[in-house]
């Protein structure tokens, strides 16, 4: 309460601090607007799967592709053909994954801008990129054209995906991060939905430009994100990092509301800002024993994200649905449902995340997915078998979208919005700015290498892929059981009593967690 300077256990464990002060309008705004750099790779992810399926941006771009699909289409029509391999093609494959190369690069290097100029000209320097790689694919006269814009739009990604969560975490009250950071999940999902909405209606357009249309509107998030990154207040512990400890302490107040005491929180950043100034290399820091627990989590968690398959089933949606008999129009469709389920459940998260806790999320999502990618892939055996040259009737159709959307549902309240969440919460200030680069690289290298193979796989392992993709949310599960904490309501900058009371993880803190949070207790400072 304003005036209290009394710090009351978390949920997140007994003894650890709760600093006064709530969710101010000021604190919602800032997260609202920085949040809105998940469109950019939302709207990404949805546009790249509609334009290829799209006949006249086939027709133009990949001929060969054009022609394979339409000849299998009428195979399909006659009962042959195989659909598994419609669209299996390395100049296709290298168009909607060449973006993930570029964001992989880009994230390493935004960890140097995020730590020396601050997160807000992070977003700000990656949305410019953006847009310009928006003006090269709407113009592209040739796949040269289009691959340069996709390597563009990567560079603007990489910038936004290191330094946004960084942003929500440290900018939201500790019990109140795993709502406020998943919202940038959320803005992706919603990215994800307008592009297949978008995709949807840009198909029927007469004369065939739709897809530059559907292409170019990806600037209109990347204008948002750019424009509201000039007016974003920075946050204290970037400000203090920076050595600005007057700025920092008007900006904790400010986000914290009047009134509020924040002496105790103040004392713990400028901490924790020290630590950070004393380290002359992150890169070799984040390399110490003491960092291998959160450092483990930065690259292990995006890794399982991406192994989950769901960039697979959001880019390649239309074509996935197209690939197993679905008609073009109907193929969009699908995506755009699935979309929609996708956002919805996002929004269970954005709910439960700070009550029920980060854990339960991972595991019942888990177990979700392996029940519904099982399923996903049974369904399509009983079907097209191995040979892939049945028609799918309706019916049947219907039935591997409801899978699918079980699926995703299940994605969407518990790896996709905390893959991003845990990696920006744990790592302690000195290595944010690397550790989350290091995130956004793995998730970025695990993309671009399941978008390259997804299609030459599905083509040679039919519906086992699904089968693959389930043993593999099987294990991230059993590593979640075993090896994640439990971080909800848990302040940034203790952080490291998590690792300290874990039972795996205590063994190389060095007991610098337990001494951290004894003197939190203390009122030694």
Known sequence: MPGGGAMVAAGGGGGRPEYPGGLTMFVSMACLVAATGGLIFGYDIGVSGGVTSMDPFLSRFFPSVYRA????????????????????????????????????????????????????WSM????????????????????????VGRVLLGVGIGFANQSVPVYLSEMAPARMRGMLNNGFQMMITTGVLAANLINYGTA?????????????????????????????????NSLLERGRRGEARRMLQRVRAEGVDVEDEY?????????????????????????RPPLVMAVAIPLFQQLTGINVIMFYAPVLFRTLGFGGGASLMSAVITGGVNMAATLVSLLAVDRVGRRALFLEGGAQMVASQAAVGALIGARLGWSGTAAIPAGYAAAVVAAMCV???????????????VPSEVMPLE?????????????????????????????????????FFAGWVAAMTAFVALFVPETKGVPIEDMAAVWSDHWYWKRFVDGDGARRRGDIEMGHK
């Open 69 to 120: 699909q339409s000849a299998a289409a009428a195979a399909a029509g006659g009962g042959g053909g195989n659909q598994y391999c419609r669209f299996d093609s390395p100049l296709l494959t290298m168009f909607t994954s060449s973006l993930y190369l570029a964001a992989l690069a880009s994230s390493l290097g935004a960890a140097t801008v995020t730590r020396v100029a601050g997160r807000k």
């Open 124 to 147: 700000f320097a990656g949305g410019l990129v953006f847009l310009a790689g928006c003006a090269l694919n709407g113009a592209a006269a040739n796949v040269a054209m289009l691959i």
């Open 204 to 236: 029927r357009i007469a004369g065939g430009w739709g897809w530059r249309l559907s292409l170019v509107l990806a600037a209109v998030p990347a204008a948002v994100m750019t424009a509201g990154a000039l007016f974003l207040p920075e946050t204290p």
């Open 267 to 291: 004392n713990d950043l400028v901490a924790a800002g020290e630590a950070s100034r004393a380290v002359a290399s992150p890169w070799r820091d984040i390399l110490r024993r003491r960092n």
């Open 407 to 421: 699926y995703v549902a299940a994605f969407a309240w518990s790896w996709g919005p905390l893959a991003w969440l």
């Open 431 to 467: 290595v944010r700015p690397a550790g989350q680069s290091i995130t956004v690289a793995v998730n970025m290298a695990m993309t671009f290498a399941v978008a390259q193979a997804f299609l030459p796989l599905l083509c040679r392992l039919r519906f086992v892929l699904f089968f």
